[in-house]
């Protein structure tokens, strides 16, 4: 019955978490998306842009919404499903907790400024600059949660006595070792989701036969981004699993089913795991993962085999890494693919293969998110404060758990449901063509391509 | 003062902030739908939504503060509340998503349906009602803690006369500083078809405050003895609150300075809402936890004093503006822009 709670327990969290982060990297990424659709529209005096900034910040008030209210229930809930773990962690790792309820009020008003004032003054740059609050309280809400699970992985900060945290230290807290490469990858890889699916967004709309200026100077923007911070990804990525190396071996081992410590790793990818702990079937790219651990090929990558066996991450984790690591690389390269199409002058680059497959790579951003997050969070297990707790003795004691579950269960269904009813809604009834001629009658109709 | 003390201060002022302008926000979902069964809804839907559509947001964190706040000035908190108030903390999170994300749906989305208009009036009465579980709780007597594990007594919750009296004063309450404040909103936009329904809900809300609060008093004194005699020690502040009540009742009968009738009941609500809590010190959770024994380690509590101080500075510069933008905005309120 005790495993019971525990794993209800496990479960709601996840489902919370995972419904709860589509919408965080959407508050987090979209609002530098909007504010640089602003701008280019100010600078160049071109309405298009200035419409995509107003349709995008329309569509991300929505998402907003389900961001803020689940953040809520996680809010709470790390309360509510995790008391002990808040008991204790509550000493040492509230101050960013705190400052994030700051930082999301300064993004909250300022996003209430930004919705409100978009013909109120003379000067466009005034509401431009009210985008900024934005991005920075975004950015600042995303940078300050990562230093709590980041704490997690690898708590800093206090000393132990007597089994209590003792000598609290909250900023070393925060700059954990984990927190420089979890923040930088966080960040990076929010950016590049928001730029993807709006590409994807944009790419759909021009599939089906709204081949306009409009649409095409959004594909390229939104795919130039998707470039930019897919490199900037890959080199955090890099960086991440260079913390790892050293600081959390065991949870790049279990990503890499490294069970033995050894010099000249080999990198391996999908493949299944037989009885013997032997990888089958996967692709082995020799000496790869000492250089993706070190920058050297002959580096020593420590095995699994130095972690107590009941210690260890689930083996499954590995399928998530690579399922992350395929989809980044997948990534810059559709919109590299773009970029080359449209250099070549025979080659059309809006046709159906090259715009189905941007479309489907807005939808494998977020899921790279998601898979990211099981990994970072399974990767964690058995621990929820490495080291010092674990999740069966985080979790609550009440038996009602289970039906919370449903419960929130029935809540997500609902908002996502309706969240995306809503957006399709929203945008049907009110196309870019007619809300242009509204917004910027004077603009010359030369959209029609 | 001690950071214990320093915290607690602040979060006590938080809570009475969102206890302001949730009330606000509660109420006025409410009386929009009541409006709207009884075909009013074209006479001051108008005006609650103008208010509301920018503040939202900033009314949740209110909400969010605090419970962010009290687990870190108090993890002890998160160990007893956490568990046993994992049904109506989880109740209450529903309602509040439900309420929010439909706002959003609704007000960026499409046009108002009656069902979202009866969810919105619904969550903004049964919201507090939740919430107000968690006051109950503090008063002790339906927590208990066995071989470590702490549950709440949900047979004795359901049949106390004080958790009853306490759902009922946060819901008229809600109606009555809503009522209140909508009242001062509609002069200031000089609306006066909708000035004179909603000066009619305040008035009509006016008793049952006084009488519930009153109510929820005299059972207070039957739970909780200690709490209820701290409190007669600070008559002062109780009796300062009465007055406040009624001015505010007769400020709103006479129908002028508004504005007053405003400032006014959120005094009454101050020195009881302090009254109160002060009373209550030095326990979070009677008997499990106090202020002192709770407390977080030092260096944290300065960190989050100081973390406090810092986002003040940038938060006021911001929501002056915010006002000025929308609220203090004669020409907003009236609704020219």
């Known amino acids: 019955m005790e495993l019971d709670t525990v794993l209800m327990s496990r479960l709601l969290t996840a489902m919370t978490l995972g419904f709860h982060i589509i919408f965080a990297t959407l508050g987090v990424g979209v609002p530098l998306m909007i504010s640089i659709a602003e701008l280019i529209g100010i600078k160049k005096n071109d309405p298009h842009y200035r419409l995509l900034a107003r349709r995008w910040t329309r569509g991300f008030v929505i998402t907003v919404a389900v961001g803020v209210v689940t953040g809520t229930a996680i809010g709470l809930q790390l309360s509510l499903v995790w008391p002990n773990f808040m008991q204790v962690a509550g000493n040492v790792i509230s101050l960013p907790l705190f400052m994030e309820v700051f930082a999301f009020f300064f993004e909250a008003i300022f996003l209430g400024i930004y919705l409100y004032t978009w013909d109120r003054f003379n000067n466009q740059y005034i509401h431009w600059v009210f985008s900024l609050p934005i991005i920075i309280g975004g950015g600042f809400s995303a940078v300050f949660i990562t230093t709590v699970n980041a704490f997690m992985n690898t708590p800093d900060g206090f000393t132990t006595e007597n089994g209590t945290f003792a000598a609290v230290n909250p900023i070393a807290a925060m700059l954990n070792p984990a927190t420089p490469t979890k923040v930088f990858h966080v960040l990076t890889s929010a950016y590049l989701t928001c730029a993807a699916i709006l590409a994807a967004i944009t790419a759909f709309m021009i599939l089906k036969k709204k081949t306009t200026d409009y649409h095409k100077k959004a594909l390229k923007l939104t795919l130039t981004l998707t470039f930019i911070f897919a490199v900037l990804t890959a080199i955090a990525g890099d960086s991440s699993a260079k ?66 066996e009941d210690k260890w991450p689930p083996l499954w984790v590995h399928y998530m890494f690579d399922l992350m690591v395929t989809i980044g690389f997948l990534l810059p390269g559709v919109a590299l693919l773009y970029f080359i199409l449209s250099k070549l002058k025979k080659r059309n680059e809006h046709n159906k293969g090259m715009l189905s497959l941007i479309v489907l790579s807005g939808p494998l951003a977020m899921l790279a998110i998601e898979f990211g997050w099981i990994y970072a969070e399974e990767g964690r297990q058995p621990w929820i404060i490495r080291g010092y707790m674990t999740v069966e003795e985080a979790a609550t004691s009440s038996p009602y758990i289970g039906l919370m579950f449903v419960l929130f269960l029935a809540l997500y269904i609902v908002l996502g449901t309706l969240c995306v009813v809503t957006l399709r809604k929203l945008f049907r009834d009110n196309p870019a063509e007619e809300e242009l001629e509204k917004h910027y009658p004077s603009f010359e109709k030369d959209d029609e391509s | 003062m001690s950071y214990e003390m320093i915290g607690i201060f602040v979060l006590w002022i938080f809570l009475y902030g969102y206890l302001i302008v949730a009330s606000i926000d509660f109420g006025a979902g409410f009386f929009a739908f009541y409006a709207r069964i009884t075909r ?58 439900i309420r929010g994300s439909f706002y959003a749906f609704e007000n960026y989305g499409s046009k108002q349906s009656t069902v979202y208009m009866f969810l919105y009036g619904a969550t903004g009465l049964l919201i507090p009602a939740s919430l107000s579980v968690a006051l109950t709780l503090s008063e002790g007597g339906f927590i208990v803690e066995e071989n470590g594990v702490v549950s709440l007594q949900y047979l004795e919750l359901f049949t106390s006369p004080l958790s009853w009296s306490i759902v009922a004063l946060s819901i008229v309450s809600v109606l009555f500083i809503s009522a209140t404040f909508l009242t001062f909103y509609a002069s200031r936009a000089k609306d006066y078809p909708a000035l004179k329904l909603v000066r009619k809900f305040a008035l009509f809300w006016s008793t049952p405050a006084i009488i519930a609060a009153l109510t929820a008093f005299i059972f207070l004194s039957q739970h909780n003895r200690g709490h209820y005699e701290s409190m007669l020690d600070l008559w002062w502040m109780l009796g300062l609150s009465v007055g406040f009540f009624m001015t505010t009742a007769w400020l709103l009968y006479q129908g002028k300075y508004y504005g007053m009738a405003f400032i006014s009941v959120m005094l009454q609500y101050v020195f009881a809402f302090f009254g109160y809590g002060i009373g209550h010190y030095p326990y979070l959770l009677d008997p499990f936890i106090t202020v002192y024994d709770s407390a977080t380690h030092e260096s944290m509590g300065i960190a989050l004093v100081t973390a406090f101080i810092g986002g003040l ?25």
């Open chain 2, 40 to 97: 009013q809804d074209h006479v001051i839907n108008q005006l609650i939504s103008r208010y509301l559509s920018p503040v939202w947001e900033v009314t949740n964190v209110f909400f969010v503060f605090f419970f962010v706040g009290i687990v870190g000035f108090f993890p002890e908190t998160a160990y007893y509340y956490g568990t046993a108030l994992l049904v109506p903390g989880s109740i209450a999170i529903i309602l509040l998503a």
């Open chain 2, 313 to 337: 500075l940038l938060l006021i510069p911001s929501l002056i503006l915010l006002m000025k933008l929308f609220l203090f905005d004669a020409d907003y309120v009236k609704g020219k822009k």
């Open chain 1, 243 to 308: 913390f790892l190396a050293v600081h959390q071996p065991e949870k790049l081992a279990a990503a890499e089913w490294h069970f033995e410590t050894e010099e000249g790793a080999d990198l391996l990818l999908f493949g299944w795991l037989n009885d013997a702990h032997e990888a089958v079937g996967e692709i082995r790219i020799p000496n790869f993962l000492s250089f993706l651990a070190y920058g050297d090929f002959n580096a020593e990558v420590t095995g699994l085999e130095e972690t107590p």
